[in-house]
């Protein structure tokens, strides 16, 4: 059995100041949806908290790149 690398992504979102930036209007009410062992993991949160949110237009989810901020020589997605 060949066991893929760990590569964690973090889901967060919140409402933004505004619609050009990732600046949110309240830190303390920022959405930590969770960590996810992979990209398609964290892609299925974000797009379900996103569809959630469809009716508010200044609320924003992101998917960042943990193991990116981790390990920055690595190269894998």
């Known amino acids: 059995m060949s066991e893929s690398k760990q590569l964690l992504h ?3 979102g ?15 009410k ?7 062992p992979n990209f398609a993991q964290a892609q299925a949160a974000w797009k ?8 508010n237009a200044q ?3 992101f998917v960042v790149h ?3 901020l981790l390990d920055p020589e690595a190269t894998a997605d």
Do not use: I, P, W
């Not at 919140?14 to 303390?28: A, I, P, Q, R, V």
């Open 59 to 61: 609320m924003r989810y």
């Open 10 to 12: 973090l889901v967060l």
């Open 30 to 36: 920022v959405d930590l949806v969770g960590v996810y």
């Open 66 to 68: 943990l193991h990116r």
């Open 48 to 55: 379900a908290k996103a569809q959630g949110s469809v009716d």
């Open 14 to 28: 919140g409402e933004l100041e505004d619609l050009n930036s990732t600046t949110f209007k309240d830190l303390s």
